[in-house]
């Protein structure tokens, strides 16, 4: 297949106006294809990676079956998210290992591709669960992350820490080399935060929220990664988690480089307004908000497409910004790069064409337009 007359993300972070040819599942230099897609007046970027969601159209990553993610992988793909990390919720052992055991079995032969687990919890603070469930709340336990990584296939990508609880600096030393370590609903303060990083954790979910704030006395774990040049930072740009001007003001502070745009999405994304459930918590959906009972904030009721478009238009990110922070970024975070994040000769040939108003008019996985 050649995609002719597009304007195309490249890896330097502009577009360029070029064709794109794809030999097989890869982009290629050249192919023996006559097929044409013409992408004229459109706009050609890599597919997106979410590697931060836990669910859509009624189910959930921890429904633990093969039916809920190919549900989630076909939806995602429709969305123009080709690549995902779906998060699991703090939960018992045996729930998680159900869970996980679903994740190693799925055949990844149609809808989005799965690479990876995104085990967000239970290794937390009780103080920042948020819509974690502290019923389920452990010590860091590097014993239980391995049994864990073992019954999924080794594909747990990020491990969610916070690393003020007891064992938690131990945990990172012993895990780092299998996963990525993210410091997550937690209480940390700067200088502990610092030296979690020191020990090891490259990542911050979903940064303001379940973490104390950044104030000029105390920076907390904000500041800390700031302050350190090898760690990326979550933003959910839904119009909820975060007000645009914190979203634009991360910008400044972080650069493009170091931001992940996630969509922390959970079932009630893609359905009518309602009550739903996440964690085995009830959570109420109007509009995009989703909410405990109690007025936590719930994950998201927006797609990673839609936070794009959300943080390009409403917040005025820049949209060569926010597509890198959807694509090249994310597939650095969790290291698969070489394969995944631009529109590159070797590289899978996954890319999603848009209209100058953002919309969808196709989507190629694997080189194949579906």
Not at 63 to 69: F, K, L, M, P
Not at 193 to 210: D, S
Not at 331 to 344: L, N, V
Request: hydrophobic share 40%; aromatic share 6%; proline share 4%.
């Amino acid at each position: 297949m050649i995609i002719k007359n597009a304007k195309v993300f490249s890896e330097k972070g502009t577009f360029e106006e070029k064709n794109i040819i794809m030999n097989g599942e890869y982009f290629a230099d050249s192919t023996t294809d006559t097929k044409e897609f013409d992408a004229s007046g459109c706009y050609v970027i890599p597919g997106l990676i979410d590697i931060h969601f836990h669910g859509c159209v009624g189910h959930d990553f921890c429904d633990g079956t093969e039916e809920s993610i190919q549900a989630i992988a076909d939806y995602e793909l429709s969305c123009g998210v080709t690549t995902i990390i779906p998060a699991s919720m703090t939960l018992s052992e045996d729930i998680l290992t159900t869970v996980y055991k679903a994740a190693a079995e799925h055949k990844n032969d149609r809808g989005a591709e799965l690479v990876g687990i995104n085990m967000e919890g239970p290794f937390v603070s009780m103080a920042k669960k948020g819509a974690q469930n502290g019923a389920f709340i452990h010590r860091p336990d590097a014993e239980m992350f391995h049994r864990l990584n073992a019954v999924s296939g080794h594909k747990i990508k990020h491990v969610a820490l916070a690393p003020e609880e007891p064992g938690a600096l131990e945990f990172i030393e012993q895990v780092k080399d299998d996963t990525v370590i993210s410091i997550a609903h937690t209480t940390a303060d700067y200088d502990t935060a610092k030296k979690a990083i020191e020990a090891g954790a490259t990542h911050v979910t979903h940064l303001y929220n379940a973490m104390p704030p950044f104030t000029h006395r105390a920076p907390g774990v904000i500041g800390a990664a700031a302050d350190s040049d090898s760690v990326f930072v979550e933003l959910i740009c839904d119009g909820i988690h975060i007000h645009p001007s914190a979203v634009r003001t991360t910008f400044k502070i972080f650069g493009d480089d170091r931001i992940c745009l996630i969509s922390d999405s959970m079932e009630a994304t893609g359905m009518p307004d309602g009550e739903y459930s996440l964690g085995g918590q009830k959570v109420i959906k109007k509009g995009n908000r989703a909410t405990l009972v109690d007025g936590t904030i719930a994950g998201s009721a927006t797609n990673l497409m839609d936070c794009i478009r959300t943080a390009i238009i409403q917040m005025h990110i820049p949209m060569e910004s926010a597509i890198k922070c959807a694509t090249a970024n994310p597939a650095k975070s969790i290291g698969i790069y070489d394969q995944y994040g631009s529109i590159s000769t070797g590289k899978y040939a996954n890319c999603v064409v848009l209209d100058h108003d953002l919309n969808i008019k196709a989507v190629f996985l694997k080189g194949s337009q579906v």
